[in-house]
């Protein structure tokens, strides 16, 4: 990247957090005092770290942009993203259908996604699980598991 | 010593024992993952306890607790890579003695310190916490305001990312604790109508999108092709020799042990500070002291026993504070608070008195277990290391159901698991910008104390000015120059830091 134009990510980071804490304040003004206390107070202080961090990012970028200094934003990618969306898919299918089936599918899909290209540590550790669950939470715990249409 | 015997009785049950079993064996494992924390192996584990008595609950995660911190030696030992924070002092030696074919004795020095330091660490737990108990009893709620304050700005600003990113954490924390329904005035905060918000987000939840989602999803960055079964195996090869050392030289490790447990037990009941702070304070003093100093990273067993002993006995001490005020010393330890209030049990002197028959076989079930962790890691210590060869692409999504059962099984509710989803997000998130997750916990759990405390301060203080009020009591007054201190010294010592690096670069 061009050290000319780089900017920290904590900038970002330090302007997002002050705004966040800027709009909770507001909503936090709007309790009676002695609820309201505490979390103003907290909020405050939120607003002072934050906007402490966006000062430090802005003067790491001048540094950088002087050749002073060498620093790099954090590298954000897609699929950490993937994995949260396919966490989801699991638990609105979980909801619908129940754990047990719904699991028996989302186990291989999810180690595929992982890398995982060996159907027998697939298969194997995915029937493992499952009865290991099953025998803990069901037969030991007495865990009622999330029960969709089917198992 | 009537409550020790009894303890005794409760503590050799079928149940109990299985249960500490079971605890020391899936934390070595645990431990032995790189990447995997104590601190998410108790917050998986967590719900299973669910349906459990207190006693084999709490035996089973305070022993997690323990062997999880030994278990990250074994791979720093035998593969230069530290299964927790709290091993990575020991990573350096270990790995240079595994390379000159001592890994077996380096392995052996780990196991026997570990024990010593967690046993005597618990020793020390079941005699210094009844009288630090009975002391809690002339805290008011200013004094528990201002440790639970105390607690908050440490660990802030023992924060690898700097001191005002840990800041900013812990005032998340304290924001997120406030949602749901006000316990003094039941006025809604935060809950934006919806009544699922109603009781605020569950502690267990969060806990496990913190350290475990996030976990999974910082794995899911890494390259597919990650298991390192080749080196594993090579390794394995390179073990030979007897795993203890003669009796004589035992007598070496004698002072540095106790040494080494004396900075770890004061470090662990120190609010938040955690085994990796231990276990390097405890190698430098050790270098310091040591005869052969330039052997210090180079291969010593002396710094593995320093290392060792410290982080275990980190263990012990950072449930001093959690017992007695509440306060936890560690984040394993705030997850551990969790478990005791998810069975009913309030951190204070009632411990202490009305529930000592719950509370003494826990504390001597962590002693114990620390025997047990010795004995299974003698062993099997060679053999744990195997668990690294499992690959993250079975790992992850096994996590992942786990996790989400685990999120569910505490309420049967799936708020609960959109609560968890939601953290694990925000865990990835702030982990990738240099800012931990452990001030999140610490204050999702200090925070509605510190809250009620406030507001019990102001009714105690009555037409007194509330500053006037805290300054007249001489507690107060000591954790406020504590509270300044901890905030002060990591800056400063940052600074001086940056300024003996500019002008190194400067010389260069």
Request: charged share 10%; with cysteine; hydrophobic share 50%.
């Amino acid at each position: 990247m061009d050290n000319k134009r780089f900017i920290s990510n904590d900038v970002f980071l330090g302007i997002f957090a002050a705004l966040m804490a800027v709009i909770f304040l507001v909503q936090t003004m709007k309790f009676p005092e002695q609820v309201r206390l505490f979390p103003s107070l907290a909020l405050i202080l939120a607003l002072i770290f934050s906007l402490w961090i966006a000062g430090m990012g802005v003067y790491k970028s001048m540094q950088v942009r002087r050749g002073i200094a060498d620093y790099t934003n954090p590298e954000m990618k897609k699929q950490p993203f993937i994995v949260l969306a396919s966490i989801v898919i699991y638990v609105i299918c979980m909801q619908k259908i129940g754990f047990f089936v719904t699991t028996a599918v989302y186990l291989p899909c999810a180690m595929l996604l992982f890398g995982q290209r060996k159907p027998i540590p697939m298969i194997g550790s995915t029937v493992g699980v499952l009865l290991f669950i099953y025998w803990l939470f069901v037969i030991q715990l007495k865990v009622y598991m999330p029960a969709g249409i089917l198992f | 010593m009537e409550v020790l015997i009894s303890s005794f009785q409760t503590l050799f049950t079928f149940d109990v024992l299985i249960a500490l079993v079971a605890g020391v064996v899936f934390g070595m494992v645990v431990g032995a993952l790189p990447g995997f924390t104590a601190t998410m192996g108790v917050s998986l584990l967590l719900p299973i306890t669910v349906g459990m008595e207190a006693v084999p609950a709490l035996v089973m995660l305070a022993s997690l607790y323990t062997s999880s911190t030994y278990g990250g030696s074994m791979t720093a030992i035998l593969l230069h890579t530290p299964g927790t924070a709290a091993s990575g002092a020991t990573a350096d030696d270990g790995f240079a003695l595994t390379l000159k074919g001592k890994g077996l004795q380096a392995i052996g020095v780990s196991t026997v310190t570990s024990c010593a330091g967690g046993f005597l660490s618990g020793i020390a737990l079941i005699f210094i916490s009844p009288l630090l108990a009975r002391l809690s009893l002339l805290f008011g709620p200013g004094e528990y305001l201002f440790v639970a304050l105390f607690g908050l700005t440490i660990i802030g600003s023992l924060c690898q990312g700097g001191v005002v990113k840990g800041m900013l954490c812990a005032c998340i924390g304290l924001v997120v604790a406030c949602v749901g329904i006000d316990p003094v005035t039941s006025y809604s905060r935060y809950t934006f109508g919806s009544n699922a918000l109603g009781s605020g987000f569950g502690l267990v939840p969060s806990l496990i999108g913190l350290f475990s989602i996030s976990q999974v999803m910082i794995m899911a960055e890494m390259s597919k092709e990650s298991s390192n079964e080749g080196i594993v195996n090579k390794t394995m090869q390179m073990l030979k020799g007897k795993i203890l050392l003669p009796l004589v030289e035992w007598k070496n490790y004698i002072i540095p042990v106790i040494r080494s447990f004396i900075i770890g037990l004061f470090v662990g009941i120190l609010p938040g500070a955690g085994g990796d702070i231990g276990s390097w304070l405890s190698y430098n003093a050790g270098k310091q002291q040591s005869k052969h100093p330039e052997e210090y990273g180079k291969g010593s067993l002396e710094a593995i026993a320093c290392s060792e002993t410290a982080n275990n006995a980190v263990c012990g001490g950072a449930l001093v504070p959690l017992l007695t005020l509440g306060v936890p010393g560690s984040a394993t330890a705030a997850v551990l608070l969790g478990g005791l209030t998810m069975h009913g049990l309030v951190p204070g002197n009632d411990l202490f008195t009305v529930q000592a028959g719950i509370t003494y076989p826990i504390m001597l079930g962590f002693t114990l277990s620390n025997f047990l962790m010795a004995i299974i890691g003698l062993i099997a210590a060679r053999y744990f290391i195997k668990v690294t060869a499992i690959p993250v692409s079975i790992l992850a999504p096994v996590i992942i159901v786990l996790a989400t059962l685990g999120s569910y099984a505490v309420q049967y509710s799936m708020v609960d698991v959109w609560s968890m989803v939601a953290f694990g997000a925000l865990g990835y998130i702030m982990r990738k910008h240099d800012m931990v997750t452990a001030p999140i916990v610490l204050a999702l759990i200090l925070g509605p104390m510190a809250e009620t405390k406030l507001i019990q301060s102001r009714i105690a203080a009555r037409s007194t000015p509330l500053l006037m009020y805290f300054m007249s009591r001489p507690i107060c007054v000591i954790l406020t120059v504590l509270i300044v201190i901890s905030i002060a010294v990591p800056v400063i010592q940052s600074r001086k830091q940056k300024k003996k690096s500019d002008t190194i670069m400067d010389e260069e």
